[in-house]
């Protein structure tokens, strides 16, 4: 059982617009920044967003972070093939003291 | 370029103990916090330990508290993760990655070393 909760599948046509939810409580996600990972099939995770909303360099614009209370959402438009992966948000919790993620999200591109 | 390569995995029984490494590359070395993030096979990802940039200062999950040790030689930019009196569930890939300590963010990951538990 994951601190933080996702959903376990989302799935939407190339091109089109796909939300991923993270669901937390005011010791993790309500008092602290979240990062959004991607772990495409066989590979390590990347980091995709951090501090809620913000982008590495080299990740493109197609992604996107927010965060409202405590929950955070990831979206990614315009959707291609190779963006089928799984993703992962995670945060610290103060309650824990560690590093808390969700159970990951399998995005599907049909 | 970030490089974070890790070795050391492998079959290992119930009970034994074996150390992990990750030679770092690409970035400096000593002036990062670094963690071990490990995904058991099938599912998600799961944090176990944190030492800061100096080594003066460690974190671990409740899990591996008292059973796994995280350190570092500076001077080698290597990270390292002593398990002992290993567990089934300690089966997993183990990932090292940079971290933001206390603020849950990995910014950059190895390609990961699986290890095994099993008789």
């Known amino acids: 059982q994951s601190v933080l909760t996702q959903p376990p599948s989302v799935s939407a046509a190339p091109g089109q617009k796909v939300t991923i939810s993270c669901s937390g409580s005011?010791?993790?996600?309500?008092?602290?920044?979240v990062s959004w990972y991607q772990q495409l099939p066989g590979t390590a995770p990347k980091l995709l967003i951090y501090e809620n909303n913000k982008r590495p360099s080299g990740i493109p614009d197609r992604f996107s972070g927010s965060k409202s209370g405590t929950s955070a959402t990831l979206g990614i438009t315009g959707l291609q093939t190779g963006d089928e992966a799984d993703y992962y948000c995670?945060?610290?919790?103060?309650?824990?003291?560690?590093?808390?993620f969700g159970g990951g999200t399998k995005l599907t591109v049909l | 370029e970030v490089q974070l390569v890790e070795s050391g995995g492998g079959l290992i029984q119930p009970g034994g103990s074996l150390r992990l490494s990750c030679v770092a590359s690409g970035f400096n070395f000593s002036s990062n916090a670094m963690s071990w993030v490990r995904q058991a096979p099938g599912r998600g990802l799961e944090w176990v330990s944190d030492i800061s940039s100096g080594g003066g200062s460690t974190y671990y999950a409740d899990s591996v508290k008292g059973r796994l040790t995280i350190s570092r030689d500076n001077s080698k930019n290597t990270l390292y993760l002593q398990m002992h009196s290993l567990r089934a569930e300690d089966t997993a890939v183990y990932y090292c990655?940079?971290?933001?300590?206390?603020?849950?963010?990995?910014?950059?990951w190895g390609q990961g070393t699986l290890v095994p538990v099993s008789s």
């Open positions: 995670g945060t610290w919790d103060s309650s824990l003291s560690a590093a808390v």
């Open positions: 005011s010791s993790n996600i309500g008092n602290n920044y």
């Open positions: 990655a940079t971290v933001r300590s206390r603020a849950g963010r990995f910014d950059y």
